[in-house]
Nanobody, 111 residues
């Protein structure tokens, strides 16, 4: 059974950084692309970007230059490094694979 578990969220001040993790089980992680999404209060879930099995990445314009995806296939974990965080980045962040979702991790950017 495929399972995705996000972690690393928290409260950070504007301009701060966080690194989120998405640890997978029950799948061949090394051959799998991972998508990252976020859902802000009162808004629809939106795509943040994607890292494919070889490490190639794509980002939505709003996070380009601030967010970085990476992966460690040995640890079956994908990472989302978020720098220069802004209040509008406040959301629950999810990783996704093949239509499956983790439980999400809350990121709050506030002074």
């Amino acid at each position: 059974q495929v399972q995705l578990v996000e972690s690393g969220g928290g409260l950070v001040q504007p301009g701060g950084s966080l690194r989120l993790s998405c640890t997978a089980s029950g799948m061949d992680f090394s051959l799998s692309g991972i998508s990252w999404y976020r859902q802000a209060p009162g808004k629809q879930r939106e795509l943040v970007g994607f890292i494919n099995y070889s490490g190639a990445t794509q980002y939505v314009d709003s996070v380009k230059g601030r967010f970085t995806f990476s992966r460690d296939n040995g640890k079956k974990t994908a990472y989302l490094q978020m720098n220069d965080l802004m209040p509008e980045d406040t959301a629950v962040y999810y990783c996704s694979y093949s239509g499956l979702w983790g439980q999400g991790t809350q990121v709050t950017v506030s002074s």
